[in-house]
């Protein structure tokens, strides 16, 4: 742990949150290079001023008294056989979140990344979802997950913002974060290297095909079937199915970018044929491919007062040939980070306490 790396306060505006033009601004009178330059720190993973050693030591002094680098920690890390690595992040306010560091089976790296701590949208498979809501996380919050991640290993080849909460209900934060990633002044992420994934919010995706980011885009759609949605996803009752597919073909003709439709698999719930086959209905006009996720287990979750389970070998099996026989295009998630809670749906097993919260230490 870096000597500032403690319990933060709020008292101090966190550098690491803001853009390049942003941070020009901010530190006025300084001159626009020395922006430049604790940009490019900050990029570098350094943390704190002190590391800035091209900065007098007066100008060090000066922005630690008047600023923090950061405004999260690494409370803890876990680490999972496969590879995974996820960290838990202790927020100024004492909130946690949890962040994730993927391997595949080629060796290539991803980085999952939080942008709320808990979620409002509720979905009865997902664990974070059933911590409730928090707050909403700041622009720094979001960029210092991907630092911490990348202080775990330097060699990150893609992002996905498929961690806690959903990302369309912070799209203002997460723009700027996402600006702050992609400068070429700075950390210089490539926009399609980046994933977001979305319960389905009607709105941002209309704004994310006016405005952008251009990134790619990621629907956890689980089932097709209208009643069976809205018990699985309550946001599904004010974001119908008719009007999101209206809004994936909005996008995809403002932006022209295929889009994956996730189904998590939940055994004996909607792996039916009749499900393949709206789901099928639903991808039908879209270019899209469907990504199968098998659930995979919280404890505690339930359904119509049973516990969920994970789907048969058969069940994906049979649900894989329908969609194929139907002309869809197939991929399915293996599962990485079981062992650490952090795969698909599991973020956020958290000390008791407040939703979202742990120590730090």
Known sequence: MAPDEKPLTQDKPALSGLPLEELEKFLTPLPPFRARQIFRWIARGAQSFADMTDLSLDLREKLAA?????SSVIAARLDDPDGTVKLKIGLADGAGIEAVLLRDGEGRQTACLSTQAGCPVGCVFCKTGSLGFLRNLEASEIVEQFLAIRSVSPDIANVV?????????????????LDILTDSEGIGLSKRRITLSTSGIIRGIQELADQGPDLRLAVSLTTADPALREELMPIARTNSLPALKSALQYYQAKQGRRITLEAVLLGGVNTRKEDSAALADFAHGLDAVVNLIPWNPVEGLEFRGKPLREPGAGEIAGFT???ARRGIKVTRRYRKG????GACGQLGELPTGHPGEFETS
Do not use: S
């Open 161 to 177: 913002i498929m961690g806690m909460g959903e990302p369309l209900l912070n799209l203002e934060e997460l723009r700027k974060a």
């Open 338 to 341: 079981r062992l650490v809670a």
């Open 66 to 70: 008047g600023y923090t680098l950061r």
């Open 321 to 323: 040939r329908e969609l």
